[in-house]
């Protein structure tokens, strides 16, 4: 499985981007079973998990982009989204997508987004 993230670029707050992964190599059952997540890195900070779709189709985001924030995921394209809005200088990090199979992990290279106030 091959993941390529896209979609980051430098915005002013309240800003939108779009984030695109597309996964290549990857069955569609496999696909349909795995969970999908995207995470972010700042300058000096852990990786963290921003937002999640499970198999199952239920969604879990950080408490700070809640509201702002919408992963999804077309089948058929084999790919999952993050459409960011309102964008604040917080969410300034690199971006990185992750499918979760049965048997392991797969990530993306990172997208840079960058929030200027």
């Known amino acids: 499985v091959q993941l390529q993230a896209s979609g980051g670029g430098s915005v002013q707050a309240g800003g939108s981007l779009k984030l695109s992964c597309p996964a290549s190599r990857i069955i569609l059952s496999t696909w349909s079973t795995s969970r999908m997540g995207w995470y972010r890195q700042a300058p000096g900070k852990q990786r963290e998990l921003v937002a999640e779709?499970?198999?199952?189709?239920?969604?879990n985001y950080q408490d700070s982009v809640k509201g702002r924030f919408t992963i999804s995921k077309d089948n058929a394209k084999r790919t999952v989204y993050l459409q960011m809005n309102n964008l604040e200088p917080e969410d300034t990090a690199v971006y990185y997508c992750?499918?979760?199979?049965?048997?392991?992990?797969?990530w993306g290279q990172g997208t840079q987004v960058t929030v200027s106030s």
């Open positions: 779709l499970t198999s199952g189709g239920s969604t």
């Open positions: 992750n499918i979760k199979t049965t048997s392991r992990d797969y």
